[in-house]
């Protein structure tokens, strides 16, 4: 088997990790609304407090929009994902069908041609071959019966 060089192997986060640098930039950005508004309601007079709390109002919305957005994101992601395994187990299954269909006829062929190869040696040899042995079974067969038929008369000529 040939060794793979690391360096050509490309490594791909997970989803969970994705999911997880998500969700920490989502709480930084949180975090830092939180503190930005904090930090102008010090600064305003009363007045402009309203607005700056309205402003955070609209801000806190758009969060919740882009949460859902990548919510959304990720769960098209993630079933991408699954739809690529799948399609991917499907390949694999198929090319190991494939694989072992070839592997069956391949043995196939060499067990044919090793048992061609045995029976041209041992007819070189003057040795047996499984036809051979298969005729002699086949004649000892037949002259078991006949034996067997000669048995069965002479005891009934041997009456008469």
């Known amino acids: 088997m040939a060794k793979q060089n690391k360096s050509n192997v490309l490594s791909i986060p997970g989803l969970e990790d994705l999911g997880k640098s998500v969700e920490k930039l989502r709480k930084d950005a949180e975090s ?9 309601v010090e600064l305003l007079p009363e007045a402009g407090r309203k607005q700056v709390d309205e402003i955070l109002d609209r801000i806190s919305e758009l969060g919740s929009g882009i949460n859902e957005s990548v919510d959304s994101l990720r ?39 090793a048992r061609k190869q045995a029976t041209a040696l041992f007819k070189r040899l003057s040795l047996p071959v499984r036809g051979d042995i298969d005729g002699i079974k086949r004649r000892l067969t037949m002259l078991e019966r006949k034996l067997d038929q000669l048995a069965k008369e002479r005891p009934a000529e041997a009456a008469a």
């Open 32 to 40: 830092t609304v939180q503190k930005a508004g904090e930090r102008a």
């Open 75 to 113: 769960e098209d992601l993630e079933n991408r994902v699954n739809e690529l395994r799948e399609l991917i187990d499907d390949k694999v299954a198929a090319v190991r069908k494939d694989v072992e269909t070839r592997r069956k006829q391949a043995v196939s062929t060499v067990e044919k041609e």
